[in-house]
């Protein structure tokens, strides 16, 4: 998988996470959780998935909300 196209998903991810970190919408934590396991189908490799979540780490880390 290309480096934009792992970024993206990290970003997407990262997004995804902080909803449910912040959010008591139920029906938007269930549309972040979807869209979290959505993602994670186009991910094919350990690399690639430790790549996404060393990047969504340091996002979060950043937003520093939690």
């Known amino acids: 998988m290309k480096n934009e196209k792992i970024k993206n998903i990290a ?3 990262a997004e995804f996470e902080l909803l449910l970190q ?3 919408d139920k029906e ?10 959505e ?3 186009q991910i094919t490799s350990i ?4 790549l996404i979540d060393d990047m969504v780490q340091k996002i979060l880390d950043k937003v520093k909300i939690f």
């Open 47 to 50: 690399e690639e998935m430790c």
């Open 22 to 24: 912040t959010s008591e």
């Open 39 to 41: 993602l994670s189908t």
């Open 28 to 37: 938007k934590i269930k549309q972040a959780e979807n869209g979290i396991m």
């Open 11 to 13: 970003k997407k991810i």
